[in-house]
Nanobody, 120 residues
Framework: QVQLVESGGGLVQPGRSLRLSCAAS????????MSWYRQAPGKERELVAR????????NYADSVKGRFTISRDNAVNMVYLQMNNLEPGDTAVYYC?????????????WGQGTQVTVSS
């Protein structure tokens, strides 16, 4: 069955770095656009970063540009989010998402999330 398993979250001080990982299985990973979303308490889930299926294109939320980098390794079905210079406003549950639209069929998968807390 389809699985997206996030890891790498935790408690970190402002200015420090974390690297999130998402292990995918059960679907043809290399054909999916992969994204990281986050949801802070009392807020809506928002897109953080996205990478196309072959990794040729990325886009980021304005709030993380220049600090976060999304990457993927299609050989091992992994997607990563390198987060540098973390700020308290980055505190949220981070979710991995896989999305593909093939003709009229849309597939959309979510992981269970990993907590990132930025606090001194």
């Amino acid at each position: 069955q389809v699985q997206l398993v996030e890891s790498g979250g935790g408690l970190v001080q402002p200015g420090r770095s974390l690297r999130l990982s998402c292990a995918a299985s059960g679907f043809t990973f290399s054909t999916y656009t992969m994204s990281w979303y986050r949801q802070a308490p009392g807020k809506e889930r928002e897109l953080v970063a996205r990478i196309t299926s072959a990794g040729g294109s990325t886009n980021y939320a304005d709030s993380v540009k220049g600090r976060f980098t999304i990457s993927r390794d299609n050989a091992v079905n992994m997607v990563y989010l390198q987060m540098n210079n973390l700020e308290p406003g980055d505190t949220a549950v981070y979710y991995c998402n896989a999305h593909r639209t093939l003709f009229t069929l849309t597939s959309d998968y979510w992981g269970q999330g990993t907590q990132v807390t930025v606090s001194s």
